[in-house]
């Protein structure tokens, strides 16, 4: 059995609370009870660090915090986390891009991975000063993401494409270890930049025979090239030690949730491109009805939040049992969060995480000497005798 991959989030996207933190993906952000500030941030980065989340995942957006900028203030507050930044290809220039990419990763010590974000919203792109379309959008990311790797690779890059143009370029501070690419996107265009581009290829939370069905598709494109990438889901967890614990916070963010927010959010997301919010829509129906799609995966998230709007939701062991399955059709990777992201993770990295090690799946990413005594989850504290 393969191994798994777990990362974490780092809520930039209007903050954290105890309740869902609704907007996103081009409809604004709500105020939350938690502001991302920087030492919220990192005390979010230390702790998902310590629990053994591999990466921590930094959204962008017009909502957001800028991922680049607030990842670099919170990179010296933790020592082997690593950093998802999400990006928007074609905001800035490749080259430019290429040089900060290499001196994020050489100062870090290689901590960067990069999420690239295509944009499924053009009113939010030209907030931007992007007035490309969609499809458009996605092959300037194809001629992006090639003069990008080329450059890493120490290339002379001379280049001329319908969006990009570049001439002699050289990186002189290339990255000593290449950043992975992430890529999402339900579209045929989007699967086959991912299949052409990307290390690991992303998708939400949709129930495991969809997810079977994308990752066939972009592992046939893949091949086609003579390719094979990884595979993650993105998606939020709510783990307790038994379902009804689980099931009943499910059951508080829902009531926190009302139906005028409903109807105002769902209205922004409809105004969507992208055909995977048009797939998180389509799974909540925009009901409070109906919403466990699949046994353990719950759609409440996205009746109010744009992009990732599902979670598993379940004891740690159903938690876990649902985790092998989307292992059992290619996902490797999984991008997780919940609310609060402080407290969530400690619930999934002290629950989720000592179970999937008994069953051989997931190691600690840390040194053994660095996790010092620690008290695994659910196990007795060690009793000292004075005699």
Known sequence: MSKLTFHWFLPTNGGDGRHVVGGGHGTGAEAAGRPATASYIGQIARSAEQLGFEAALTPTGAWCEDAWVATALVAPLSERLKFLVAFRPGLISPFLSAQMAGSYQNLTGGRLLLNVVVGGESHEQQMYGDFLGKDERY????????????????????????????????????????????????????????????????????????????????????????????????????????????????????????????????????????????????????????????????????????????????????VADLIEEYAAVGIEEFVLSGYPHLEEAYAFGEGVLPELARRGRWTHPAPPRALGSAVPFGAAPLQVVVS
């Open 139 to 318: 092959a300037r990311s194809d001629e992006f993401l090639t003069i990008v790797r080329r450059l890493w690779e120490g290339e002379e890059v001379t280049f001329k494409g319908h969006y990009f143009q570049v001439e002699k370029a050289v990186l002189s501070q290339r990255p000593e270890i290449l950043p992975a690419i992430y890529f999402g996107g339900s579209s045929p265009a989007a699967l086959d930049v991912a299949a052409k581009h990307a290390d690991v290829y992303l998708t939400w939370g949709e129930p495991p025979a969809a997810v079977a069905e994308k990752v066939r598709a972009v592992r046939a494109r893949a091949e086609a090239l003579g390719r094979d990438i990884r595979f993650g889901l993105r998606v939020h967890a709510i783990a307790r030690d038994t379902a009804e614990e689980a099931w009943a916070e499910a059951d508080r963010l829902l009531a926190g949730i009302s139906e005028s927010d409903i109807a105002r959010v769902q209205a922004g997301l409809r105004r969507s491109e992208s055909e995977g919010q048009k797939r998180m829509l389509a799974l909540n129906g925009g009901t409070k009805d109906g919403l466990e799609i699949h046994p353990g995966l719950w759609a409440g998230v996205g009746l109010v939040r744009g992009g990732a709007g599902t979670a598993l939701v379940g004891s740690h062991q159903q």
